[in-house]
């Protein structure tokens, strides 16, 4: 972590125009270093995020004795192993933020037979690993965790796993990959039944590899003992990246934004979903398959946006963009209810609580409850809100400026790089007002 605080300042007003495209997939860049350091042969990804969350499991599986060239604009090329080619790290692997590296590499390691400690930053540090630990040990791995069941998680080696049918208390995609990936290491079949749809990156990923992977109804299955082949990955732009675009260009007067090369999979579009719900402008232009996941151009114009009850089936498919829906809400029409969203309070931060916060103190009337929030749309002033280290807290804060009556000063915001290097950068060339200093 940087020792010195950063702050962003965003001024308020301004106009999005013009293109750009945001940087590549979070989820699928972490999976394709994880995939491709235990396949055979090379894996050549183009698009890579070169964002500290998935360049700590880069550095990870290197600690591990995978040979990575890159990241140089994006491209990275992964040595893979094979299944069993991992070495015994020297220290632990730290994983700063990125609770996805911890949650699936916590699952790929479980059956590696190595004695691997996994930490990570205070933030990540704090995050329940119970959902993965406790199915993992139902397979017979033996994973120790602090008597809270959070990180350290140290790994020790097991003779064996054997495969589980596990039903997820909680819609989690972090889960079922985790359990999908030691499911390669287990004897016999893993399922996992999920109880809403959650992103399939890992599935899909999987096949791409050549490992065959059932989908039945809400249940996904492989079995163990497979292998994985080396190959080509385009990552796409990062619709939860987007999505700071696809609010601020409906939110700010006489703009209109394309932004090229999202990613579309259907369990990652809710953000688009929701905010058409809201009234938003937004056209898919292109639509194309790259690398089996979908992918599209979109084209955002400025709209008025009406409050809704959001449904709670587009939660999960929405659920790292509520940051900025809440601020979508904010600018609306009338009042926005959410409902059933819980796991937004153990997610970098307290998403609920942390949001609910910063809008009262721009003077926007929003009010958390247990599961949820509710937003009544208004004028957003000027004034000072804590990001608590969360990236998409502090993009969201930056993109409420568009609206805003005065400046507001975003602080703790250093980690915006873990899911989007050059943010400033990227959302100055296309009209926000906003410069990152050292507080
Ligand atoms: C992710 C899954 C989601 C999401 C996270 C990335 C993934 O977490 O919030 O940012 O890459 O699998 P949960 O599985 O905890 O919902």
Do not use: W
């Not at 590899?209 to 796409?236: M, Q």
């Amino acid at each position: 972590m940087t020792p010195c605080k950063v702050q962003f300042v965003a001024r308020p007003g301004g106009r999005l125009r013009g293109s750009l495209r945001v940087p590549g997939d979070k989820s699928i860049s972490h999976r394709s270093v994880m995939l491709g350091s235990l396949a055979d042969g090379t894996t050549r990804i183009s698009g890579f995020l070169e964002g500290e969350d998935s360049l700590a499991t880069l550095r990870a599986f290197r600690a591990m004795g995978v040979e990575i060239d890159g990241p140089v604009e994006g491209r990275v090329s992964v040595h893979g192993v094979g299944m069993h080619g991992l070495k015994t790290p020297e220290g632990a692997l730290d994983l700063g933020n990125s609770g996805t590296s911890m949650r699936l590499m916590s699952g790929l390691m479980a059956g590696q037979g190595l004695d691997v400690t996994l930490v990570g930053d205070a933030s990540l540090s704090g995050r329940p690993m119970k959902r993965v630990t406790v199915p993992l040990a139902q397979m017979g791995a033996d994973i120790e965790t602090s008597p809270g069941g959070t990180a350290p998680l140290r790994i020790k080696p097991v003779e064996g796993l054997s495969g589980v049918d596990y039903e997820m208390p909680v819609a989690s995609a972090q889960v079922k990959s985790c359990l999908l990936l030691a499911g390669m290491y287990a004897d016999g079949e893993t399922c996992v039944a999920e109880p809403a749809p959650t992103r399939d990156h890992t599935e899909r990923m999987l096949q791409g590899f050549g490992y065959a992977v059932r989908r039945e109804d809400n249940r996904a299955c492989l079995s163990g003992g497979g292998r994985l082949t080396a190959c080509d990955i385009d990552v796409p732009a990062d619709i939860s990246s987007a999505a700071f675009f696809l609010v601020g260009a409906s939110i700010a007067e006489d703009s209109d934004l394309l932004l090229q090369h999202v990613g579309m999979n259907p369990t990652r579009d809710g953000v688009i979903k929701i905010l058409r719900l809201m009234g938003a402008d937004i056209e898919v232009k292109n639509r194309r398959e790259v690398g089996g996941e979908p992918v599209a151009d979109l084209r955002v114009r400025s709209a008025p946006l009406r409050g809704i009850r959001i449904p709670e089936d587009l939660v999960p498919l929405a659920i790292d963009e509520f940051p900025v829906l809440f601020v979508a809400a904010a600018c609306a029409e009338g009042e926005t209810v959410l409902t059933g969203a819980e796991e937004l309070r153990v997610k970098e931060s307290d998403r609920i609580q942390v949001m609910a916060d910063g809008l009262q103190a721009l003077g926007v009337d929003a009010r958390p409850t247990r599961d949820g929030i509710l937003v009544r749309g208004g004028n957003i002033a000027g004034g000072r809100v804590d990001s608590h280290g969360d990236h998409r807290i502090a993009m969201a804060f930056t993109i409420a400026a568009l609206r805003a009556g005065g400046a507001i000063t975003i602080d703790d915001c250093a980690n915006v790089n873990t899911s989007f290097p050059r943010f400033v950068q990227l959302a100055s060339g296309v009209g926000c007002r906003v410069e990152s200093r050292d507080a």
